[in-house]
């Protein structure tokens, strides 16, 4: 037969139920407290390294511009910024940009500026020559006659055809052409960076002396010459005079 429990004894058994119970209920709820805090700490640092990777410096920095000769110029300030996307754009809308000092008709590098509240910003600008035709010339060996009015057009100094854009880039010397004084000359050209170099004679005409025509001595001869002939004379055949 089983033995009763006494009253003293029934106390420890529900006191130990009764901690043993809570011991499991607040691990419970300290696990679940545990958990929720770690998953709100690695959201929030998704969320702040997110904002970080999209913050721009905003720092402005310039191009170094380029462009040909007798080219319309940009006025869109975001061409001149070399880290447009890197600037936001309420920022961008309150740049001022001057390019006034700019010379676009000819070649040279020019200042221009952005301005940012009080503070200006320098950049350069280069304007460049517009590259020309590569070809290359062979000059012509000219004869002119004592006195000579020397052409000024290059085309008859050059054997190869020339369009307007490369006459116009040509540069010819005659400065060394003497047309008073019968010898051999040199002349120059120069044709983007390339010097040639050809050859001018002056020279002097040849005089011609006039032959007198022969008398004619027989009737025959002085008929054919469109003479008269007088057997009383000698000579006898009298010609024309020329007109």
Do not use: H
Request: hydrophobic share 30%; charged share 25%.
């Amino acid at each position: 037969m089983k033995k009763s429990l006494s009253n003293k004894q029934r106390y420890i058994i529900a006191g130990a139920i009764a901690f043993w119970g809570f011991v499991f209920i607040g691990s419970g709820v300290t696990m679940t407290m545990m958990d929720t805090p770690v998953k709100e700490t690695k959201t929030e640092f998704k969320v702040v390294q997110k904002r970080v990777a999209n913050m721009k410096s905003n720092e402005i920095r310039l191009k170094t511009m380029e462009q040909e000769i007798n080219q319309p110029i940009s006025v869109n300030i975001k061409d001149y910024l070399e880290n447009a996307n890197d600037i936001e754009d309420k920022i961008i809308n309150q740049l001022k940009l001057d390019t006034s000092m700019v010379n676009v008709n000819q070649a040279g590098t020019y200042t221009y500026t952005v301005t940012y509240k009080k503070k200006t910003f320098n950049g350069t600008f280069t304007i460049k020559e517009k590259p020309l035709p590569n070809m290359v010339l062979t000059l012509k060996n000219l004869n002119l006659e004592l006195g000579s009015t020397l052409s000024t057009d290059i085309q008859n100094y050059v054997n190869e055809p020339l369009t307007d854009e490369v006459k116009k880039n040509i540069s010819l010397d005659l400065s060394k052409v003497n047309t008073a004084q019968a010898a051999n000359y040199q002349y120059t050209v120069t044709y983007n960076g390339r010097l040639y170099t050809g050859t001018i004679t002056i020279f002097a005409p040849q005089k011609v002396e006039e032959t007198k025509p022969t008398t004619p001595t027989t009737e025959e001869e002085c008929i054919k010459a469109n003479g008269t002939w007088d057997s009383t004379k000698t000579p006898s055949c009298t010609l024309p005079e020329k007109k």
